[in-house]
């Protein structure tokens, strides 16, 4: 992998083009974007998709924003239908209907709904047998699509449409799935945790090196949704700083089984930090708050405990 | 040279699977067509064939990687049966608007409940308005020749559509029978080499695939997709004529067996028509003109066909291996009796529902539907539409 | 049977509509103008630019054009006005007003 030089890889053509529908701010575009300035210029790529936001803003007819191939089949399969794409690709390499000097890189992209809930059965699948693909989960925390709707992704306390903070109710009961760890477990060659950061280096080294690692990799990218986490739209930055600062969401990665931190902040900030960025939270700061709000704290120290240990060992 | 061989109908699929040797084909296993990915997978271990097999986890994700395969430039296919074909059901809608020419080979068996593994027509029946172009084989022969005319249909350029090739689960899929084979390098050059115009993988060229599309072009899209539902039908006749001037065997839309001078027709699909034909030939030696007609096309369906098929006899009797659960007949009775009435066809028809979850039907049984057409038809008595065959009732049938 | 998507609206025929609906083409979205969703512009100040260019990766729209290192004025055509851009700027080189422009 060569150094990464901003200035080198904002110069290269843009392979999301403008004039998708995404919302104002939206962040899944801006991790697709980071993602797809890491294919090498000269190689093609067939990019998939889940349903979801970026899938009906994206392509719809007769608008599409990819340059690329693309292909939408439906919520709960992107793992499987990039499957069979990444196998024809082999079949006709084999065969000699493709020419030979011609690369093809394989690039899924879903939700957290599609990703870690309807599509989760596909993707463990995809992952398994190995396919040379990388899948790519823009994690907003919900069903922002449908209107923000709680997923397993979807953080304790959250108010979602289906977890709505009420007199009985202080949001999500439950705490978030850990699906990069999840797939980790997968053993396969390449798995990272990231978001966006001041310069953008660390989602672009992953994605180089999900994209351009043999075999199955899953890049989990924490993608704010202003819509769904009731932020203003320009603060996009502000709260991925402060998701991994707090280490709500750590960076990492595990290569071929190998945990490591790609950073670890000098000085771990209090969660409520990230918490009181956003509306859906904003219930936890009325009285009587304080208790979730340890309850927050006391379960992102485990996680960030339990990851420190892996990465020691 | 063609040659003689004793195969199932697992067999005889999986054998023509490896003479047209596909390019990729995704699969999970389910009854009673288990057995056809294991013998491509053996066939794919022995260096016999090198499609590229994948391994899915579901059937959902069997259809999904076909579908994924089929948009990059792929020739290929998948196999199910019954639950297997329920799971893809929202893949089969996709792969037939996407207009993607795959195969599916199905093993027909009931739907779950109670979960069963015998045959009827439920999982194929129920997927009949989902886009695909449905074939059924009466028996061994039968599945063999028309999974060689599936590609052949489903690729041409008129229709684009994917094609469903049914046989009879365990019937079919598993009775040994003695079968004529053809060559390799002619099943190979009869279904000839796949070059689509644009796919996935065509490099500079790229292409989009599985739009979200506004109402003002969805409705559009259905029609076109109609459009190519109804030009198939001239495609499968020409490939059925072609098959049958190289293979000199197969048929058209129906198998019309003894219907030219017949009272009473049986209508019937997959392997009850043998049962049929053998009730027909018996009574014919006891003076009654008895005939079947034995439909193989299904999708698109044939209606005008089939009643200037039927015009002249006296009866049908049109018989369902599939409960529609609507309160009066099943999918075929539906059908058929609309392409009647349409095609001002004064025909007296009685729906009747047999072998369900693999239920024997027998000549016997045949025999007495058609016995009861007659009767009625000579009294005047009108008979009770929509009756279960073989059915254990306090009052009997 | 390249496809040009000038000659397809939803006033289109259904011959004129794909088959399959699938676009044979890339990139046809920049013939759709999301810059007329903007309630607020970023004008950019040329004179203030280092070209450090952090605000080029965090557009969601890639409306800030980068050629050979150097970005130039947005692309007003696409731009939504979500403002991440002018909160990336260390030099104050980028400003919000109100309104679409």
Known sequence: MAGYNLKEVMSKPERLAAGHRMCAGCGATIGIRAVLRALHEGDRAVIGNATGCLEVSSFMYPYTAWEDSYIHNAFENAGATLSGVETAYRALKKRGRLPEDENFKFITFGGDGGTYDIGFQSLSGAMERGHDMVYVCYDNGAYMNTGIQRSSATPQFADTTTTPVGKESHGKVQTRKDLSAIIAEHHVPYVAQTTFTKDFKDIHVKSEKAIYTEGAAFLNVLAPCPRGWRYETSEVMKICHLAVETCYWPLFEVEHGNWRLTYEPKRKLPIEDFLREQGRFKHLFKPGGEELIEAFQAEVDKRWEDLLYRCSR | MSKKDRMSGNEATAYAIRQVNPDVMPAFPITPSTEIPQMVSTYIANGEMDTEFIPVESEHSSMSAAVGAEAAGARSMTATSSCGLAFMWEELLVAASNRLPLVLTLVNRTLSGPININCDHSDSMGARDTGWIQIYAENNQEAYDNFIQAFPIAEDTRVHLPVMVCQDGFITSHAVENITIEEDADVKDFVGEYHPEEFLLNPGKPVAVGPYAVSNYSMEAKYNQEQAMIRSKEVILEVAEKFRKRFGRGFGLFEQYRTEDADFIMLIMGSAAGTAKEAADRLRERGMKAGVLKLRVFRPFPAEEIADALRGCRAVAIMDRCESFNGHGGPLSSEVNAALYLNGADVVSVSYVYGLAGRDFTVETAEGIFNELRDASESGKKLTQYRYVGLRTRKGQ | ?101
């Open chain 3, 1 to 101: 049977m390249r496809t040009d998507i000038s000659n397809i609206n939803e006033q289109s025929p259904c011959e004129d509509l794909t088959e399959g609906l699938m676009i044979f083409a890339g990139g046809t979205s920049k013939n759709f103008m999301t810059g007329e969703w903007r309630t607020q512009t970023p004008i950019f100040d040329e004179t203030k630019c280092k070209q450090c260019l952090l605000c080029a990766p965090v557009c969601p729209d890639g409306c800030i054009p980068v050629r050979d290192g150097k970005r130039s004025d947005f692309d007003m055509d696409h731009c939504k006005g979500c403002g991440i851009c002018e909160k990336s700027c260390p030099f104050g080189a980028i400003s919000m007003q109100q309104g679409g422009m």
